[in-house]
Structures are given as structure tokens and as C-alpha cells.
């Protein structure tokens, strides 16, 4: 009998999930909250950009705080994040990093 090759292919893809790196999820954190400007970005939208749950989010937002790269405000109603001068710096030479890390083939 045949094996279905298309679904022999699916699970083999399932098998294959690839997980995020630390450095790989902090970098979509800070772009996030750059992207969102001076007037930064709450905690839900970070989240729905980089497709982590809230934990896990305010979690390395805690980290990003205490290094100084990110700063927390609260308004009326919402937590929000900004990136600082020193976040930026970082996320700009992390996308150097990854660049040179993906032509080299390099899983980070």
C-alpha cells in the first residue's frame, strides 16, 4: 500500500517546529515597541505582533526594563512600553547580528 506522501510531509513538518531563541524573541519585542514610536504600545498589541502570551511577554519586558531598553508608563487604563535611545541602539545592531547569523546559516 502507498504511504500519502503530502500527509508524511505534514507530520514531518510538526515534527520539525522550530522554536524561538531568547535573542530572536527580545528582537521582536523591541521592534515592536519602536515601530510604535514615542507614543509606545501596549502590552496586548506587543503581544499579538510577536505572538507570545502575557506571561511570557511581560516577562522579557521586565528584562528589557531593568536593562534599560525599554521604559513602562501607565496611562488611564493601559500599561504601555517604550523603547529608549539605548533599545534602539541594541535593536539595530541585533539585526546586524541576524543578518550575518541567517548568510552564515547560523539557528539563533
Known sequence: MKSNTILDEGFKSMQKQQYRSKISIISEILGATMDSGNSGAMISSI???TNLSHSTLTENC???ID???VESTNNARNHIFVITEKGIQFFHEMQK???IAQLV???F
Open 105 to 107: 546559516k547560523i539557528r
Open 67 to 69: 536593562a534599560g531598553m
Open 47 to 49: 503581544s499579538r505582533r
Open 97 to 99: 547580528f541576524i543578518e
Open 62 to 64: 521586565k528584562k528589557l
